[in-house]
C-alpha cells in the first residue's frame, strides 16, 4: 500500500479515531456511538441519553441531535450542505489528504452522496428515472423469481444462515442485473461491498481502511472493463443508458456505480435481515401479519422505523444560525441521529414498542429526506415486504438458531450472521 494511503489515515480516520476513544472513555455518547460499534446490538440507550441533553446538544465533535422535527429541517433546508470526509481534516493539511486520490468509491467526490447542487442536481437527474414508480414496478416479477430461487436453495436444508443465503441475495441480485453486471459476478460484489461499506463510518482502524482501499482498486479495473463492454455492447440497464446519453465522464460513471451498487444493496440487506429478527423478537407481530397479511407493506415501514438500516446522517452548516433556540456557527457539523428521530416520543406513541399497525410509521427518516432521499427507496421497499412475506409464508416455523451477530459498523446498521432453523417449508406463494 502506497505511502500517501497511510497519511490520508491518518489525517482522515486515525486522528479522529484517537479523539473518539479519548472521549468514549470520558463517557460522551455521541462518542461511544461511532467509535465502539462492535458487539453493540443495541445502540439506542446511548441514542437516548443524547436525547435526553436537548434538542440540539454541543459537544467536542459539534452539535448532535435525536429529535425528530430538527433533523427533518436540517435535511431539508440547503443553507446545511453535505461534505466528503478531507473536509473535515484541518485546511492547512487538506493537500496532504488529498495527495493519495482513491479511485471512484461512494464517500468521496463525485459521488452523489457528498455533492451539493448545482452538481448533485446534474449528477442526480440521469440516473432518477431508473428508480420511478413504474420503473419499480418493473422490476416486481423479477423479485418474485430471485426470492422463488432462494427459497427453493433454502428448503434443501434444515437450517441457514439467513444473513448469508437470503437477506443478501435478494437485493444484490436486482442492483447487479440492474446495472448490467454478470450474475456470475455477484458473490464478488458481495465481497467488496463487505470491505468498503465500512467507509462511511468515522475513525476506522488501518486494517479496515487498508482493506476498503484494495476493495475499491479492484473494483475500479472491474469497471473499466464493464463500462468498455457496454459501449460496444449496450444492454437495457442504468450503466447502459447513462454510456449512451454521454452526460457524465468515466470518473462520475464509476462514483455513481459505485453508490448505486453499495446503496442499492446495503441499505436493503440491512432491512431485510433486521425485518427478520425485528419479527422472530416479536411473535405477537409475526402472527398478526399472518392473520393480516395486507399489513405486511406497514410492516415494513415499521422494521425501517424501529430498527433503521441507516442510523446516522450529518450536515454542515454553510451560515450562522438560530437551529432548536442554539447559534449553529457556519462551517459546524451537525450529526443527525436518524434512529433517534425515528423514535422520538414527540412524534411516535410508544416508539420503543414494535408495532406493524402503526398507523404514522411511514413518517420514519430512514431514507432521509429533501435533495439527498435516497432514489432506492421505493425499490427497497417492495424487495423487503416480497421477501419477507414469502420467507415467513413458506417457513412459518422459522427460529432463529443462536444469536444472530451485528455487524461492526455504526452507520449502516444490520446483521452479518444470522443461523436459522428453517423448519417444513409451505409451498404457499406470496402475493404483494
Known sequence: MKPQFWLRWLLMQGTPRLALKSLARRGDPLAQLLCTPQGMHDPYPLIESVRAQGPMVRGPLGWS?????????????????????????????????????????????????????????????????????????????????????????????????????????????????????????????????????PMLDIGLSWRATSQAISAIMEWDHYLDTHLARLRSCPGDDILSGLVEA???????????????????????????????????????????????????????????????????????????????????????????????????????????????????ARDHLTFSTGIHACLGASLARMEATYALRALFEQFPDLQLAGPPHRTPMFTLHGFDHMPARLGTRQLQPATT
Open 65 to 197: 441531535t435525536a429529535d425528530y422535527e430538527l433533523c427533518r429541517m436540517i435535511l431539508r433546508d440547503n443553507t446545511f450542505r453535505v461534505r466528503a470526509a478531507e473536509g473535515f481534516v484541518p485546511r492547512p493539511l487538506r493537500s496532504l489528504a488529498g495527495a493519495a486520490v482513491l479511485p471512484p468509491n461512494p464517500v468521496d467526490p463525485p459521488s452523489m452522496l457528498v455533492m451539493n447542487p448545482p452538481e448533485h442536481t446534474r449528477l442526480r437527474r440521469p440516473v432518477a428515472s431508473a428508480f420511478t414508480p413504474r420503473a419499480v414496478k418493473r422490476l416486481h416479477d423479477r423479485v418474485v423469481s430471485v426470492t422463488a430461487e432462494l427459497l427453493d436453495r433454502l428448503s434443501r436444508s434444515d437450517s441457514a444462515d439467513l444473513a448469508a443465503s437470503f437477506a443478501a441475495q435478494v437485493p444484490i441480485a436486482i442492483i447487479s442485473e440492474m446495472l448490467g453486471f454478470p450474475d456470475e459476478d455477484r458473490d464478488t460484489f458481495l465481497g467488496w461491498g463487505e470491505q468498503f461499506s
Open 246 to 360: 454521454g452526460q457524465l465522464d468515466d470518473h462520475e460513471l464509476k462514483a455513481t456505480a459505485s453508490l448505486l451498487l453499495g446503496a442499492g444493496f446495503e441499505t436493503t440487506v440491512n432491512l431485510i435481515g433486521n425485518g427478520i429478527v425485528a419479527l422472530l423478537e416479536h411473535p405477537d407481530q409475526l402472527a398478526r401479519l399472518h392473520a393480516e397479511p395486507d399489513l405486511w407493506p406497514n410492516a415494513v415501514e415499521e422494521i425501517l422505523r424501529f430498527d433503521a438500516p441507516v442510523q446516522r446522517s450529518a450536515r454542515i452548516a454553510s451560515a450562522d444560525l438560530d437551529i432548536g433556540g442554539v447559534q449553529v456557527r457556519e462551517g459546524s457539523t451537525v450529526v443527525l441521529l436518524l434512529a433517534g428521530a425515528n423514535r422520538d416520543p414527540a412524534v411516535f406513541g410508544n416508539p420503543e414498542v414494535f408495532d406493524v399497525g402503526r398507523v404514522n
